[in-house]
């Protein structure tokens, strides 16, 4: 089946490579000559643009609209200038406004893109791919992005130092900008040309309007730049700051009668250092020694019932600054539904939570840390001149052990070995840098002397290949990747990983695959190959064939969620491309599916059809709809046989009011259910941003969703006549709510608050166990426990299925309640340029409650029970010294 469809696919690639005209029409580029200052004293940057230096250079404007109309004149114009001497490029931009007073001036910490801005995006690598872009508000606050892939990735996390001020005045705004060119990455050529687009929001009409036509149907952004030239002999900077730290931490909390760990309090005093060091003006070594995250906010709220892993964003500065150099996704696709969150790197798996648990007696205590510390990395990462985007990052991780207390005796058992991951990243572009090709290698490596945890791999590598392919000036595109991973260790760490819910090698019904307790390694592949037309008129498309091997394993240092899968995907979409009187644009998709395992069963047939809206008023709304007729999982009995699931219909809607108002509303809801109603969920989410100084910004979303399964997976359990396979009917309720506050006294200094009440309960009913996991009829499926076949005592049911009046086994209650209320409060204060100062307050609390109790019951009475909350207070100050 797969080879077969691989040779269609190729064939189609060949017709279409070849049939395809480059008759896409060329936009003319735009130029600007700017000017070296000499003789002349620089800008002052305090916004005015009254310096006699500015008139070096003549203004340019005549911008046009970019949306919602596209290629028209705008409300207002804009004009700029750009001046250099050998360390900055001055920028002097002119904002027209006829109603001055009707300037949008709201306040926020760095990045928050509020209100007016203008920006200005430099592609000084003039690669057509990658850029540097600077934004400053009306009210003064500034923003910083690096473009990746076109413009399809914006790391907001990219923090240059760079300085800006703005001025409001009859005529409308100005702003001045002055960049060190230490903050961009260019060659040493005698006569540069760099990419350039200067592109400006005006806020009450949510109109952009750009320097360079920028058409609604481009099939990217960096690559319609205009261009920047009169830029002679500059001299390449070697950019170098260091920036130490120091951070003092107090922790409070309950303290536990009789348990020497938890006294209600502890104290931490550390020190460390993050540098940067420009071994080229192209390549940068990153270096942080005993790193402290503790002003990252923390993880939402979840509890999955699938077994599989939930996906945390990486909140980690160091992580997150250029992380798209690193990025290897396995299956990324405009169809979705392919496990984009599938990653060869995911950098949380660095310093993660000890991954061990020390055997206990009764009566003994565990001091467990709670995470793995980073002892120190580096990362090195840049693009040349000549199209080499390079990545290599080398991180080691302590070895972690956790203290058992035995009435004052007390022994050490290591939870984390001492650990090394190794990172390493190339990408190379070609055809006039329309299209790339790529590798990536990963390497982790555990102790293996003294007392090792034999449960984790001694080594883990995997590798790759990507490319991307594009013509027609880029609307067209033919792109894939290939990877193979292998992995080391004792019988006891590769049983355990033949075992995990993402293999399931113990399959009792797999034909391809068997759990071999001899293995000491394991070797997987996986892939992605894709057919795309991303722009040039109103239809788009994807087509593409992804795999994963049963054997690919890249959990180490990577996310994966299952093995053993081979899906088809195909997604069109027709969008317009001019507003007419009820909309300022809309698109509607069609997407489907088809899954196989490596057996060659056909586990899911899927159909989705969705549109979204941009009205005229500026509200959004968007609706979508899925049908599954075919549904089988390899995975739902966790090493049981395939399970057939019933055909199920869902839906999706949002809507989400005009964000221009002090007051913006929101509400999102999705839905489905079995055609024979074995399951049905619905989730609730909705609440409001309200805005009622430009200082000052409140919102709440509360969330509230079921999740109704009578086939609900609870244990495989062995009996005399074999193994049952019990599930339940799971009834399912969880509430929570996002809260934030957002106070910016000016654009240096802000506070912040962000908290999170949740609860989830879940009520089992029902019990029943597997006969027939294929049958058509749910009913055939199972055999429900009878009245007489079951019993309840001190929290454990029994279980008489032969009714013999003996039990033939138990099962402990599976109902839970979980109550947890996370927050954070943030004062910043960036006292000058790259050097801040923290002040935070995180609380959690952490609750199991009543599952017959109501929601609200549960919270009011664990939340505010007078149990004292873990409450942490940490002051962090860093200074940065740029050399």
Not at 89 to 105: A, M, Q
Not at 659 to 670: D, I, W
Request: hydrophobic residues 35%; glycine residues 8%.
């Amino acid at each position: 089946m797969g080879t077969c469809y691989l040779t269609s696919l190729t064939v189609l690639l060949t017709q279409v490579i070849c049939y395809a005209q480059d008759t896409k029409e060329i936009l003319p580029k735009k130029t600007y000559t700017t000017q070296f200052i000499q003789d002349m004293p620089p800008p002052d940057i305090d916004g005015s643009l009254e310096e006699s230096t500015w008139s070096l250079v003549p203004w340019e404007g005549n911008f046009v609209e970019q949306r919602p109309n596209e290629n028209t004149a705008p409300d207002h114009q804009t004009q700029f200038k750009i001046l250099y001497d050998k360390n900055f490029l001055y920028v002097g931009i002119r904002c027209y406004d006829s109603e001055p007073d009707k300037i949008e001036k709201r306040l926020s910490r760095r990045d928050g893109f509020e209100g007016d801005w203008i920006a200005i995006f430099i592609d000084s690598y003039f690669d057509k791919r990658t850029a540097f872009g600077f934004l400053v508000t009306a009210a003064g606050v500034k923003a910083d992005l690096f473009n990746s892939n076109n413009g399809e990735n914006e790391d907001p996390s990219w923090n240059p130092i760079w300085y800006t001020k703005t001025q409001i005045d009859s005529e409308g705004w100005t702003a001045e900008m002055k960049i060190p060119l230490s903050q961009l990455k260019f060659g040493k050529l005698q006569d540069q040309t760099w990419g350039l687009q200067v592109m400006r929001r005006l806020f009450r009409e949510e109109e952009r309007s750009v320097w360079q036509r920028l058409p609604q149907d481009s099939p990217g952004f960096v690559s319609e730049f205009g261009l920047l030239q009169g830029l002679k002999n500059l001299e390449p900077q070697k950019q170098l700051e260091i920036q130490p730290y120091a951070i003092t931490k107090l922790e409070n909390y309950e303290p536990e009668a009789g348990n020497p760990f938890l006294t209600g309090q502890d104290e931490r005093f550390t020190v460390g250092l993050d540098a940067k060091i420009g071994v080229t003006n192209d390549l940068t070594l990153d270096l942080t020694i005993n790193p402290d995250f503790g002003q990252v906010e923390a993880d939402p709220s979840a509890i999955a019932l699938d077994g599989f892993q939930i996906f945390f964003e990486e909140k980690r500065p160091f992580f997150i600054e250029n992380k798209n150099i690193f990025d290897y996704r396995v299956s990324p696709s405009q169809a979705g539904n392919t496990f984009g969150f599938d990653n060869v790197f995911y950098s949380r798996r660095i310093g993660r939570s000890p991954q061990g648990f020390p055997q206990t007696e009764a009566g003994e205590f565990v001091d467990q840390p709670d995470n793995t510390p980073i002892l120190g990395a580096a990362k090195f990462s840049g693009k040349t001149k000549d199209g080499w985007s390079i990545g290599v990052l080398q991180s080691t991780t302590a070895r972690k052990h956790a203290t058992i207390d035995n009435h004052g005796e007390r022994r050490k058992e290591i939870v984390e070995p001492l650990t090394n991951y190794f990172i390493g990243r190339l990408q190379k572009d070609f055809n006039d840098n329309n299209s790339y090709i790529g590798g990536i290698f990963t390497a982790t490596n555990r102790e293996t002397l003294g007392n090792p945890i034999n449960f984790l791999h001694r080594s883990a590598y995997t590798g790759g290949f990507d490319f991307k392919y594009q013509w027609k000036q880029r609307s067209w595109y033919l792109a894939g990747d290939i990877i193979w991973s292998h992995v080391r260790g004792d019988t006891t760490a590769i049983i355990q990983t033949q075992k995990s819910i993402t293999h399931l090698f113990q399959r009792v019904d797999a034909v391809h695959i068997s759990l071999d307790p001899t293995k000491t390694s394991l070797s997987g592949t996986g892939g992605n190959l894709k057919l795309g037309k991303a722009g040039d008129g109103h239809w788009i498309f994807e087509t593409g064939f992804t795999w994963r091997s049963p054997e690919l394993e890249l959990n180490d240092v990577g996310f994966q969620r299952q093995a053993d899968d081979l899906r088809h995907y195909n997604w069109i979409g027709y969008r317009s491309l001019k507003p007419d009187n009820t909309f300022r644009k809309i698109g509607i998709n069609y997407n489907h599916w088809s899954v196989w395992d490596f057996a060659g069963n056909h586990n899911l047939l899927q159909f989705n059809t969705n549109s979204w809206q941009h009205w005229k008023n500026n509200w959004f709304t968007n609706i979508g709809f899925n049908y599954e007729p075919i549904q089988f999982s390899n995975f739902a009995l966790r090493g049981g046989p395939r399970l057939r699931l019933s055909p199920e219909i869902s839906f999706s809607n949002g809507i989400e009011s005009d964000g221009r108002k002090k007051v913006q509303l929101s509400l999102f809801h999705n839905g489905g259910k079995a055609l024979d109603n074995s399951r049905n969920y619905y989730g609730l989410e909705f609440g409001f941003s309200y805005q009622p100084l430009n200082a000052l910004r409140i919102s709440a979303f509360p969330e509230y969703r079921t999740f109704n399964n009578k086939l609900q997976y609870i244990s495989n359990i062995p009996t005399d006549a074999g193994t049952t396979y019990l599930n339940g009917t799971v009834e399912q309720k969880t509430l929570s709510m996002s809260l934030r506050l957002n106070y910016t006294i000016n654009p240096n200094l802000s506070l912040q608050y962000w908290g999170q009440p949740f609860i989830s309960n879940g009520r089992y009913s029902e019990f029943k166990e597997v006969i027939d996991p294929l049958a058509k009829s749910f009913n055939n499926r199972i055999s429900s426990y009878q009245n007489n076949q079951i019993s309840f005592e001190n929290e454990v049911y029994g279980v008489d299925s032969n009714l013999d009046g003996n039990t033939d086994f138990t099962f402990n209650n599976p109902n839970f309640s979980v109550i947890q209320f996370r927050s954070n409060l943030v004062f910043r204060w960036e006292y000058i340029p790259g050097s801040e100062l923290f002040f935070v307050w995180s609380q959690d609390v952490s609750r199991f409650g009543d599952p017959q109790s109501p929601l609200f019951n549960n919270l009011k009475d664990q939340l505010f029970n007078g149990e004292k909350p873990k409450n942490i207070f940490l002051l962090k100050a860093t200074y940065r010294f740029v050399l």
